[in-house]
């Protein structure tokens, strides 16, 4: 496996073409390599260590998969003195099933199926022709490279490149090392050699150009540590946050990888759950060829900012990109909800004397992603926050020009006239209208009608950050605070308006809602989006509010993310 890697990166397409298979197989077979460095005691504690040190410093996707296999291996085989062929076989078996079970969405074509395709073909053969383990170790790698020469009849995706699944052949490579240690009588390969590639012929081409997946930019790794893990929960959370994702391990220690937008939020989740260790995030847009050609642009694709606030589970199902605007509490950067969440963000502005600050994305950002896009998709609609408040939609226009010349593919840019749920609500009027069958155009159109329908309301529970930052000075402030005065705000033309005053919380709570409610009554269906700055609480009590009157209406809860929280 490690002296192949190079090649494995190559003709590495699936689930994404970012070129690392080979390097995260050899990542994790060192890994298992130092581990086992100290001898063991028996075969369970041989088992045991095999295991973990494949778990902790697994790699990537398939480095995940290849550690979950090692831990059914070990439990396959247990405890006892010696192993004989049938119990292997059945310990194949049953290591080829955990490896599965780790994934939320496993794919056929893949290293799963030549794992599952190897333990079925000894299972069936082995009491008949496989008596010892030499034996056993040929039928296997023959069965294995058969269904490895399948992979691309199984996987539209390998089909298209004209190659052969990389995960799949490093575990054919895996298997190879397995049967030549034995040839050679056990002979221990000094580490050195594991690097010469030279005498290793390789066994198909590199990839054509193939239609790339940018669905979700960050791949994120962390090894978790608890009592009482439940890997098959965390499966179905970590869905609702991206895709390729794997859990492996035990209920003790666990190896996480997700493809992600948000993996600040995605280690968050695990922190909840108990310590995190050796985390990894790693920009996969940075490994995409730029050279690589759609050989089919289909459909529309639809991109918002990080100011929208729509629940981060809708966006993930949808595949609507956000791109994020910057944070900074004084020298210190973040990208909004990449590396730092509402949670986070809030519990360190409680802490400021300061308010931070925000800048938008650069055209530059909107570049990369569109070009991305415009591989895959015929057309792109792109809905960004209040022009009347920042320059993120011009940065948008600015870089549909230049991508829409350079590609042909039309970019329509869409002003929201909102923020926050205003503008979360037209994203979504034209997320509904793709889902529909309209074409780019159309879509941009319903989201430009859409934005003129959109009413919003603020309650705001303290005047504390309007004197942090200057709309009210400090005498009034206090003033604001003796008589318990609340503002309530809104927007009109695009920017933030006083829309009332009210005394108390309570009747700030009643106010946004009879507000809403009463614009709400020209909809047959309207839909609330409910967004809040760490009051959960608070947001559901406002959601109940309008569900009693509203029952037919669609109620969306969302966090306020921070660039807007800084506002």
Same mark, same amino acid.
């Given at each position: @496996?490690?002296?192949?890697?190079?090649?494995?990166?190559?003709?590495?397409?699936?689930?994404?073409?970012?070129?690392?298979?080979?390097?995260?197989?050899? *990542?994790? @077979?060192?890994?298992?390599?130092?581990?086992?460095?100290?001898?063991?005691?028996?075969?369970?504690?041989?088992?045991?260590?095999?295991?973990?040190?494949?778990?902790?410093?697994?790699?990537?996707?398939?480095?995940?998969?290849?550690?979950? +296999?090692?831990?059914?291996?070990?439990?396959?085989?247990?405890?006892?003195?010696?192993?004989?062929?049938?119990?292997?076989?059945?310990? @194949?078996?049953?290591?080829?099933?955990?490896?599965?079970?780790?994934?939320?969405?496993?794919?056929?074509?893949?290293?799963?199926?030549?794992?599952?395709?190897?333990?079925?073909?000894?299972?069936?053969?082995?009491?008949?022709?496989?008596?010892?383990?030499?034996?056993?170790?040929?039928?296997?790698?023959?069965?294995?490279?058969?269904?490895?020469?399948?992979?691309?009849?199984?996987?539209?995706?390998?089909?298209?490149?004209?190659?052969?699944?990389?995960?799949?052949?490093?575990?054919?490579?895996?298997?190879?090392?397995?049967?030549?240690?034995?040839?050679?009588?056990?002979?221990?390969?000094?580490?050195?050699?594991?690097?010469?590639?030279?005498?290793?012929?390789?066994?198909?081409?590199?990839?054509?150009?193939?239609?790339?997946?940018?669905?979700?930019?960050?791949?994120?790794?962390?090894?978790?540590?608890?009592?009482?893990l439940d890997r098959v929960?965390?499966?179905?959370?970590?869905?609702?946050? !991206? &895709?390729?994702?794997?859990?492996?391990?035990?209920?003790?220690?666990l190896h996480v990888h997700?493809?992600?937008?948000?993996?600040?939020?995605?280690?968050?989740?695990?922190?909840?759950?108990?310590? *995190?260790?050796?985390?990894?995030?790693?920009?996969?847009?940075?490994?995409?060829?730029?050279?690589?050609?759609?050989?089919?642009?289909?459909?529309?694709?639809?991109?918002? &900012?990080? *100011?929208?606030?729509?629940?981060?589970? +809708?966006?993930?199902?949808?595949?609507?990109?956000?791109v994020p605007l910057r944070?900074?509490?004084?020298?210190?950067?973040?990208?909004?909800?990449?590396?730092?969440?509402?949670?986070?963000?809030?519990?360190?502005?409680?802490?400021?004397?300061?308010?931070?600050?925000?800048?938008?994305?650069?055209?530059?950002?909107?570049?990369?992603?569109?070009?991305?896009?415009?591989?895959?998709?015929?057309?792109?609609?792109?809905?960004?926050?209040?022009?009347?408040?920042? !320059?993120?939609?011009?940065?948008?226009?600015?870089?549909?020009?230049?991508?829409?010349?350079?590609?042909?593919?039309?970019?329509? *840019?869409?002003?929201?006239?909102?923020?926050? =749920?205003?503008?979360?609500?037209?994203?979504?009027?034209?997320?509904?209208? @793709?889902?529909?069958?309209?074409?780019? =155009? &159309?879509?941009?159109?319903?989201?430009?009608?859409?934005?003129?329908?959109?009413?919003?309301?603020?309650?705001?529970?303290?005047?504390? +950050?309007?004197?942090?930052?200057?709309?009210?000075?400090?005498?009034?402030?206090?003033?604001?605070?003796?008589?318990?005065?609340?503002?309530?705000?809104?927007?009109?033309?695009?920017?933030?308006?006083?829309?009332?005053?009210?005394?108390?919380?309570?009747?700030?709570?009643?106010?946004?809602?009879?507000?809403?409610?009463?614009?709400?009554?020209?909809?047959?269906?309207?839909?609330?989006?409910?967004?809040?700055?760490?009051?959960?609480?608070?947001?559901?009590?406002?959601?109940?509010?309008?569900?009693?009157?509203?029952?037919?209406?669609?109620?969306?809860?969302?966090?306020?993310?921070?660039?807007?929280?800084?506002?």
């Amino acid at each position: @496996m490690i002296a192949h890697r190079e090649h494995l990166n190559e003709i590495n397409v699936f689930p994404v073409p970012d070129r690392d298979t080979g390097t995260n197989l050899a *990542v994790t @077979m060192r890994a298992v390599l130092a581990g086992l460095k100290s001898p063991s005691t028996s075969l369970d504690a041989l088992g045991t260590r095999l295991a973990a040190s494949a778990l902790e410093g697994a790699q990537g996707n398939s480095g995940v998969i290849l550690a979950q +296999y090692f831990q059914g291996l070990r439990e396959g085989i247990g405890d006892g003195v010696h192993v004989t062929v049938d119990r292997f076989v059945a310990a @194949m078996k049953h290591a080829a099933s955990r490896a599965r079970e780790a994934l939320a969405q496993p794919r056929e074509g893949t290293i799963l199926t030549v794992m599952s395709d190897v333990a079925e073909h000894l299972a069936a053969t082995c009491r008949e022709r496989a008596h010892d383990f030499r034996t056993l170790l040929d039928e296997g790698l023959q069965a294995a490279r058969r269904s490895l020469a399948e992979t691309p009849h199984r996987l539209a995706v390998l089909r298209q490149a004209g190659v052969v699944d990389a995960g799949a052949l490093g575990f054919v490579h895996f298997l190879e090392g397995i049967r030549d240690h034995l040839a050679r009588g056990g002979e221990q390969v000094e580490e050195t050699a594991l690097d010469d590639v030279g005498a290793l012929p390789l066994s198909s081409a590199a990839p054509a150009d193939i239609t790339e997946s940018v669905d979700f930019r960050y791949c994120t790794e962390a090894v978790l540590r608890s009592s009482n893990l439940d890997r098959v929960a965390l499966l179905e959370e970590l869905s609702l946050l !991206g &895709d390729s994702v794997v859990v492996a391990g035990t209920d003790e220690l666990l190896h996480v990888h997700v493809h992600t937008n948000v993996p600040a939020l995605v280690l968050e989740l695990l922190a909840d759950r108990g310590r *995190v260790d050796s985390t990894k995030t790693d920009d996969m847009w940075k490994t995409l060829s730029p050279s690589a050609v759609a050989l089919e642009r289909v459909g529309s694709a639809l991109v918002t &900012d990080s *100011v929208c606030d729509l629940p981060v589970e +809708y966006t993930t199902e949808r595949r609507i990109q956000v791109v994020p605007l910057r944070v900074a509490f004084g020298d210190e950067p973040f990208l909004d909800g990449v590396n730092i969440t509402s949670r986070q963000f809030y519990q360190r502005l409680a802490a400021e004397t300061k308010l931070p600050t925000t800048s938008q994305p650069s055209p530059a950002d909107f570049e990369t992603l569109y070009r991305l896009l415009s591989r895959r998709f015929a057309s792109i609609v792109s809905v960004h926050l209040s022009s009347g408040v920042s !320059g993120t939609a011009d940065s948008a226009r600015r870089a549909a020009t230049q991508v829409s010349e350079e590609t042909g593919v039309p970019i329509e *840019v869409v002003d929201s006239r909102s923020a926050s =749920a205003g503008e979360a609500c037209v994203v979504w009027a034209a997320s509904r209208a @793709m889902e529909c069958g309209l074409g780019g =155009a &159309d879509a941009a159109g319903v989201a430009r009608k859409a934005a003129e329908g959109v009413s919003v309301y603020v309650y705001v529970p303290t005047v504390r +950050y309007f004197v942090l930052g200057g709309r009210l000075t400090p005498l009034q402030g206090r003033i604001a605070r003796w008589l318990h005065l609340l503002p309530i705000l809104t927007v009109r033309e695009g920017r933030v308006a006083a829309a009332g005053k009210v005394l108390g919380q309570r009747a700030a709570k009643r106010s946004v809602v009879r507000r809403a409610l009463r614009d709400a009554r020209r909809f047959e269906q309207p839909l609330f989006i409910v967004s809040h700055s760490e009051a959960a609480a608070l947001a559901e009590f406002l959601a109940q509010a309008v569900r009693t009157k509203r029952p037919e209406a669609q109620v969306l809860l969302a966090h306020a993310g921070p660039a807007l929280g800084s506002h």
